[in-house]
C-alpha cells in the first residue's frame, strides 16, 4: 500500500483510489463522463449540482458557459481513469484544499455510482493516497506513468515483454477519452479545460517533444534513464494494474 503523505501547499501529488474489492468503479461511458464532470464543477468554493448544471463535462460547459469559469483551488495536472482504479496528479496553493476536493468527488461519484446501480455503501478503498512528487526527476516519471496506465488495457504484460506494436499503442494512447495524455498532445476537446499543464515545470518545450518522452517509455521502458532513478519509487508506490 502507498504512503499517506500530509499534503503541503505548492508541491505535486500523485492521487490515486481504487474501487473496494478491487470492484469496477467505471462500468459504462456515462460513469467515465460523470467523473470528469466531477473533476471540473468541484474544483471550485461554489456547491455542487449536477442535477442542474450538467450530468457530463459538456453539459455543464455548455449549461455555464456564459458564466465565469470554475475558480480551481487545485491544480490538476494530468489524469487517468482505468475501469477499477483513477490516477491524479494535483497540487493547490492552500492548505487544505486537496483535500476538500478529493472529499466533494469521492461523496459526489458515490451517490451518483450507488443510485444508478442500486447499491449502497463504500465504493472506494479507504482514503485516496497521495505520495509526493518531491523531485523533477519523479514528477515527470509520473506523468510518463499516469499517462501511460491505459495501455495495460490493450497489452497487460508490456512492461515485461515488450510494448509490440508501437504505432498501435500510440494511437490508442491518443484515442483514449479519459485521460489527459490527448491535452497534452494540444488536441482541442472539452476536456483540456480541467487540467493546468501551466502550473507544471516546464519539462518539455512542445507536443511533440511530450510525445517523445512518452514514446521513449513505450519502446523500451527499461532502458529509460529516467527509471534507474525512479526506480524505487515506481515499485513501492504505484498501485496495482489491472
Not at 31 to 36: G, H, N, P, S, T
Not at 132 to 137: E, R, V, W
Request: hydrophobic share 35%; net charge positive; aromatic share 14%.
Amino acid at each position: 500500500m502507498g504512503r499517506r503523505e500530509q499534503i503541503a501547499p505548492g508541491e505535486f501529488y500523485h492521487i490515486y483510489n481504487r474501487g473496494t474489492e478491487k470492484r469496477t468503479i467505471f462500468m459504462s461511458t456515462k460513469d467515465y463522463e460523470r467523473f470528469l464532470a466531477l473533476l471540473y464543477a468541484c474544483n471550485g468554493s461554489k456547491p455542487v449540482d449536477l442535477k442542474l448544471q450538467g450530468s457530463t463535462l459538456y453539459q455543464f460547459l455548455a449549461l455555464n458557459k456564459e458564466k465565469k469559469a470554475v475558480e480551481k483551488k487545485v491544480d490538476v495536472c494530468a489524469y487517468a481513469l482505468m475501469p477499477n482504479h483513477f490516477h491524479l496528479i494535483v497540487r493547490s496553493s492552500e492548505e487544505g484544499d486537496v483535500a476538500k476536493f478529493m472529499q466533494k468527488i469521492s461523496t459526489g461519484y458515490t451517490m451518483y455510482f450507488n443510485t444508478r446501480y442500486e447499491r449502497s455503501g463504500a465504493l472506494f478503498q479507504g482514503k485516496y493516497k497521495a505520495i509526493h512528487a518531491d523531485s523533477d526527476t519523479y514528477l515527470a516519471y509520473l506523468i510518463a506513468y499516469v499517462h501511460l496506465n491505459p495501455v495495460q488495457l490493450i497489452r497487460p504484460t508490456w512492461k515485461t515483454e515488450g510494448i509490440g506494436d508501437l504505432r498501435a499503442a500510440k494511437e490508442f494512447l491518443q484515442s483514449f477519452r479519459w485521460s489527459s495524455y490527448p491535452d497534452y498532445l494540444g488536441i482541442d476537446r472539452p476536456e483540456k479545460a480541467i487540467v493546468s499543464m501551466d502550473a507544471l515545470p516546464g519539462y518539455w518545450s512542445s507536443h511533440t517533444s511530450f510525445e517523445s518522452f512518452v514514446t521513449d517509455w513505450l519502446k523500451n521502458e527499461q532502458e529509460t534513464p529516467m527509471r534507474s532513478q525512479s526506480l524505487i519509487f515506481a515499485k513501492e508506490d504505484a498501485p496495482a494494474l489491472i
